[in-house]
Structures are given as C-alpha cells and as structure tokens.
C-alpha cells in the first residue's frame, strides 16, 4: 500500500463547476499538508500549505484536513479552463521528505 | 511566491557525456533543496536532498556516483548527470525550502520548485 493515495482521473468538469480532489494517507505522523499544481512540462506550484486539521481558504481554493480520517481534500471553486491541470497532494511528517500522491489530472471543458 | 529558477531549460546531449543543471533560490536563502525526476504521466521521485554546505542524502537506488549534487551555497545547487544514458531522459525538477532573505520578515518558505528541465539523451 502507498503511503499517499490518489485518485489519478481523468476528472473533467463543465466550467464553473466545483473541482473536488483528494487524497487518503496511512502514515498517522504526516503532520504537514500541501496541494500543488503541475500544468503539463512545467514544475509543481504550491497552492495551499496546512498543517492542522480544518479548512484553509484562498480565494477559489479551499484545503480541507481531517486528520483523525487521514484524509486531505482540496475544493476549486468556480472553475475555470485554466485550472486544467495535474494537482498533486504531497504531506510530510516534521522533516524535509515531502511523500507525494501520484496525481490527479483535471480537465475543465469551456 | 518564491521564485525557483532551473538552467537549461531543456537539454539534449549524446550518450556517455555529462550534463549539469542548475537550481537557483531567487529571494530567499535556500536551506535545503532537493532534486527529482519525474517520468511522464508519473509523479514525481525524490531523488536527494540536500543541506547547503552539507553532502547530500540520496535515496534509495539512486547512484551518488551518478548523480552528483553539490550545494555549496544559499541560493544554488547543481546537479550533474555524469556518462548520461538513454535510460536517463526524463524531466529533472529541483525545488527549494528557506527563509527569506530579509530575516526580520521571518518568512518561511516550504518547498518552491523550479520550473523543471527536460533531459533527452541520444
């Protein structure tokens, strides 16, 4: 068993839709709880970074942490053609070793 | 966000030759950084870490000898590709953990990456 587990999609959805990803981890010491986003050749980029169990907002994004579920999600709001992309969960226990999901690539149709 | 830069971009070098790529830290002082690989429609691999002026931690099947890191300063790290093989094409991205450069911001930054480098070897 992976220790991080990621529904790979497809997921494709009409614009405007809410984008709903998420990802389920074994290890109860992962403490940190990132989403990135990695358009196609192009390097990850951070968009949200928690570390407690909640809800975190930034503007059409919301990063959710159930720690007692080991569960992360990460809802897009309004969604847009642009959002098209990978978006990777990737967590860590205290340390540097962030352990990453395999991915889920989303496809928002105009 | 922060800014991580990688050079080149994209590469394309004959087999039995040495490549070397760089990852810089634009704003901020880069502690650590760390380097992986990632094949296409996988997600990415850590390949090593590493602590500036510090030799690097590399993983599990990964050939030190291979892949020679150096991050001999805040804001740069390299990774050199040595007797590259067709089996080594793949896209290399390195990312970037620090504090900004203005400490009294007491900014920290968790891991940035840069913007990835392609690696054909012919």
């Known amino acids: ?110 | 966000g922060a800014v991580v830069s990688q050079h080149p971009s994209r590469v394309i070098c004959k087999s039995g030759t040495s490549v070397k790529i760089e990852c810089r830290s634009l704003d901020f002082q880069a502690t650590t950084m760390f380097w992986y690989r990632q094949f296409p429609k996988q997600s990415l691999m850590l390949m090593a870490t590493s602590n500036e002026g510090s030799k690097a931690t590399y993983e599990q099947g990964v050939e030190k000898d291979k892949f020679l890191i150096n991050h001999a300063s805040l804001t740069l790290s390299t990774l050199t590709v040595t007797s590259a093989h067709p089996e080594d094409s793949s896209f290399y991205i390195c990312s970037a953990r620090g504090q900004h450069r203005n400490w009294s911001l007491a900014r920290f930054y968790e891991q940035y990456f840069g913007p990835g480098t392609r690696l054909t070897v012919t």
Do not use: H
């Open chain 1, 1 to 110: 068993q992976k220790e991080v587990e990621q529904d790979p999609g497809p997921l494709s959805v009409p614009e405007g839709a809410i984008v709903s990803l998420n990802c389920t981890y074994s290890n109860s010491a992962f403490q940190y709880f990132m989403w990135y986003r990695q358009y196609s050749r192009k390097g990850p980029e951070l968009l949200m970074y928690t570390y407690s169990s909640g809800n975190k907002e930034d503007g059409r994004f919301t990063a959710q942490v159930d720690k007692s579920s080991k569960y992360i999600s990460l809802f897009i709001r309004d969604s847009q053609p642009s959002d098209s992309a990978t978006y990777l969960c990737a967590i860590k226990a205290a340390g540097n070793k962030l352990t990453f999901g395999g991915g889920t690539r989303v496809l928002v149709k105009p």
